[in-house]
């Protein structure tokens, strides 16, 4: 018997289930329980390793030091967010994949970097089994904002283009995809 690839409205409804748990803060089990128990489950954030513990590193299965677990434990060692919000989502369900822009202030919370904060739009990439249960979680951000806060220079660096470009405060890159709050 072959399976059956989910609805539209299954993909969706599971996709911003995932998303709205994240955005509150859930506990790493609420997550998780999103994710497929049938399938191998993967968590990818696209960078460079260097930059970040959680970057360009495959997390893969439950538990263990590199698995979905740990990634979600990564994220909150190293990040606190406020103000996460979703929104145009992309279902294809075909490939049974959502895509969805999110927006967020991030702070880093460890080391030289605690306090610095930015404002980014990011992208997550959702992949589902059958059962709509998620099997392959990927994220693209701003991995440069993330490593300038983690060695203390965002702020400096944020504070140094506003004076020159003779701003008050930061505002908006040409690009929009990231905006870097200075905490004083």
């Not at 190293?78 to 103000?83: A, D, F, G, K």
């Amino acid at each position: 018997m072959a399976s059956q690839t989910p609805t539209r409205a299954q993909l969706l409804r599971t996709a911003q289930a995932l998303c709205s748990a994240f955005a509150a803060k859930a506990d790493i089990s609420t997550l998780l329980s999103h994710f497929s128990s049938t399938h191998q489950i993967s968590a990818y954030e696209h960078g460079l390793p260097v930059l970040a513990p959680f970057l360009g590193r495959p997390f893969t299965g439950r538990s263990g030091s590199t698995s979905v677990r740990a990634y979600f434990e990564l994220l909150q060692q190293h990040l606190t967010y406020e103000n996460m919000e979703f929104g145009e989502w992309v279902v294809d369900e075909a490939a049974a994949r959502v895509t969805v822009v999110g927006n967020a202030k991030f702070t880093w919370n460890e080391g030289k970097g605690t306090g610095q904060a930015w404002e980014e739009y990011f992208v997550y990439m959702l992949d589902f089994d059958d059962q709509a249960k998620v099997t392959d979680y990927q994220v693209w951000a701003d991995s440069g904002a993330a490593y300038l806060a983690r060695v203390g220079q965002l702020s400096q660096l944020i504070g140094a283009a506003a004076g020159a470009a003779g701003e008050s405060k930061p505002r908006s890159d040409d690009q929009a995809d990231s905006k870097t709050l200075v905490d004083v």
